[in-house]
């Protein structure tokens, strides 16, 4: 089982920035694909970023591609989620999850998630 723990969030002015971390624990994550997904209140809930455990390769959602960053250190058995140039519309709570897969774009494909964090951005 892998438990993972969300850290970071909170409210920030419009075209500040956050850094969101993801702590696992329970076994290793090195060899998971790690993504960060969100959800605003009364929508679904969005991909927002993956990173492959094979050889870091990233994917983006369009909406957030250039000022988001996803990063993870295996040694620490942690992901980040560095957000830059922050917009209301990117106010939601943002989820962590592992798959067993290597790069995974759909939430369904995930296994195991955190409880989110909430990020809130004014304007």
């Known amino acids: 089982q892998v438990q993972l723990v969300e850290s970071g969030g909170g409210l920030v002015q419009a075209g500040g920035s956050l850094r969101l971390s993801c702590a696992a624990s329970?076994?290793?994550?090195?060899?998971?694909?790690m993504g960060w997904f969100r959800q605003a209140p009364g929508k679904e809930r969005e991909f927002v970023a993956a990173?492959?455990?094979?050889?870091?390769?990233?994917y983006y959602a369009d909406s957030v591609k250039g000022r988001f960053t996803i990063s993870r250190d295996n040694a620490k058995n942690t992901v980040s989620l560095q957000m830059n140039s922050l917009k209301p519309e990117d106010t939601a709570v943002y989820y962590c999850?592992?798959?067993?897969?290597?790069?995974?774009?759909?939430?369904?494909?995930?296994?195991?998630w955190g409880q989110g964090t909430q990020v809130t951005v004014s304007s």
């Open positions: 999850a592992a798959s067993r897969s290597d790069l995974e774009l759909v939430d369904f494909k995930y296994h195991y």
């Open positions: 329970g076994r290793t994550v090195s060899r998971y694909g």
């Open positions: 990173i492959s455990w094979s050889d870091g390769r990233t």
